[in-house]
């Protein structure tokens, strides 16, 4: 079965510049998650979506940041325009909507921002 | 203030010797999880152990356990038998049921290294 997949794995791009994440979940997770971690900082939550329907975008710093999730089941992730203290490493994770109490989220490898 | 502190940056083991990873909380829901993350050098984030607030027993996934302080409010993880393979970055992370659903709140993590 495969794992979380997000792309690219890299990109570099300039202030003022827009970048587009892309996260393929798991099939059959509902559940859907965004996650950064900026200069060796703890990793933050931006966001979650149940199906398409976001559940809780809490975490999302500013309005520069748009995620979407049409369909229900890949997620993109939009930074317009991006400024540097952006830079870091976006996650992705997805998880069942199940009556597990563990109910484990499984995180892709992340996708590498860097703004200059 | 911090919810989940690793206070430990860096930690170094010889092989096949056990670790133990701090991990301490703060949280006044009465309905938690407890997860450890381990983050190798390629990126991915892979699931580790879980230890849920009503659990009577420390949770146990093979070489790693979990030693659960409820009232002291820790959560360390031990790695007995270290391998050179367990050599990553490692984060701890809380869910809290009742006051924010089911995303994780992260720790700074802990770099681990294994000396052959």
């Known amino acids: 079965e495969a794992g979380v997949t997000q792309f690219p794995s890299h990109s570099v791009i300039e202030k003022g510049q827009t970048v587009t994440l892309r996260c393929d979940p798991i099939?059959?997770?509902?559940?859907l998650y965004w996650y950064r971690r900026v200069m060796g900082k703890e990793i933050k939550f931006l966001l979650h979506f149940v199906k398409e329907s976001k559940q809780d975008e809490s975490g999302m710093p500013n309005n520069r940041f748009l995620a979407e999730r049409t369909g229900g089941t890949y997620s993109t992730l939009k930074v317009q325009p991006a400024e540097l203290e952006d830079s870091g490493v976006y996650f992705c994770?997805?998880?069942?909507?199940?009556?597990?109490?563990?109910?484990?989220?499984?995180f892709g490898p992340g996708t590498r921002l860097t703004v200059l | 203030a911090q919810k989940i502190t690793q206070t430990q940056p860096g930690m170094f083991v010889q092989e096949k010797e056990a670790v133990t990873l701090d991990c301490t909380y703060d949280t006044s829901d009465p309905s938690y999880g407890l997860f450890w993350y381990k983050q190798p050098s390629s990126g991915e984030m892979i699931f580790l152990i879980y230890?849920?607030?009503?659990?009577?027993q420390n949770a146990t996934e093979g070489r790693y356990s979990l030693n659960f302080q409820k009232a002291r409010k820790s959560a360390n993880l031990v790695i007995s038998a270290s391998q050179l393979g367990d050599s990553a970055m490692y984060f701890c992370?809380?869910?809290?049921?009742?006051?924010?659903?089911?995303?994780?709140?992260f720790g700074e993590g802990t770099q681990l290294t294994v000396n052959p």
């Open positions: 230890q849920g607030s009503y659990d009577q």
């Open positions: 992370a809380m869910r809290e049921e009742e006051t924010s659903g089911s995303r994780l709140t």
């Open positions: 099939s059959g997770h509902d559940n």
């Open positions: 994770a997805s998880s069942q909507v199940s009556g597990r109490i563990v109910n484990e989220q499984f």
